[in-house]
């Protein structure tokens, strides 16, 4: 099957998905001549891990999965959500690059709905197994949501700040 598909796209093919978890609206929003919501940005405070039971658990280890929760706040630092995730981690060598993958599942539980999403990301193996360093912008599509976002899909980039904090800024197509 080489060939068939680019790495990016298999690793894609193979997540079952990403739930984009709660955001925080940071700024003016774009709306459409229809009315609907074009883009918009969150801030994510930084991630708390849920407890492993096993006390051996290394958390970028092939196979892993953790779990995490994070407030969601607005430009002003008002709550606005929340965030739950869960990422599972994968060491894949493909044509002779090692690498380390992690097939993200995202869940934004916001005030009026909530906003799904999925993707992967890819850190080649002179940048793993330390995640918290490599800061390059991931890309997730978003497969839903609910209520003021029944019916959502685009894309949602996050980028981690300096800080530990997230952004997420999502662009909505029709």
Same mark, same amino acid.
């Given at each position: 099957?080489?060939?068939?598909?680019?790495?990016?796209? @298999?690793?894609a093919?193979?997540?079952?998905?990403?739930?984009?978890?709660?955001?925080? $609206?940071?700024?003016?929003?774009n709306?459409? @001549?229809?009315?609907?919501?074009?883009?918009? @940005? *969150?801030?994510?405070?930084?991630?708390?891990?849920?407890?492993?039971?096993?006390?051996? /658990?290394?958390p970028?280890?092939?196979?892993?999965?953790? /779990?995490?929760?994070?407030?969601l706040?607005?430009?002003?630092g008002?709550?606005?959500? &929340?965030? /739950?995730?869960q990422? +599972?981690?994968?060491?894949?060598? $493909?044509d002779? *690059?090692? &690498?380390?993958?992690?097939?993200? &599942?995202?869940v934004?539980? $916001?005030n009026?709905?909530?906003l799904i999403?999925?993707?992967? @990301?890819?850190?080649?193996?002179?940048? *793993?197994?330390?995640?918290? !360093?490599?800061?390059?912008?991931? +890309?997730?599509?978003?497969?839903g949501?609910?209520?003021?976002?029944?019916?959502?899909?685009?894309t949602v980039?996050? &980028?981690?700040?300096? !800080?530990? +904090?997230?952004?997420?800024?999502?662009?909505?197509?029709?």
């Amino acid at each position: 099957m080489k060939g068939l598909f680019s790495r990016r796209g @298999s690793i894609a093919l193979a997540a079952t998905g990403v739930l984009v978890g709660a955001l925080v $609206l940071s700024g003016c929003s774009n709306v459409s @001549s229809a009315g609907q919501l074009d883009s918009f @940005s *969150v801030i994510q405070g930084a991630p708390v891990l849920a407890d492993h039971p096993d006390p051996d /658990f290394i958390p970028n280890s092939t196979g892993a999965v953790l /779990f995490f929760a994070a407030d969601l706040r607005d430009s002003e630092g008002n709550a606005f959500g &929340e965030l /739950f995730g869960q990422v +599972t981690t994968l060491d894949i060598t $493909l044509d002779g *690059v090692e &690498e380390e993958d992690r097939l993200r &599942e995202l869940v934004f539980n $916001l005030n009026d709905g909530q906003l799904i999403c999925m993707g992967a @990301s890819q850190y080649a193996a002179s940048r *793993v197994p330390d995640f918290g !360093d490599d800061n390059a912008p991931v +890309t997730a599509v978003i497969v839903g949501g609910t209520e003021a976002y029944t019916g959502a899909r685009g894309t949602v980039v996050t &980028e981690k700040l300096d !800080d530990g +904090t997230f952004t997420h800024n999502f662009i909505f197509v029709d």
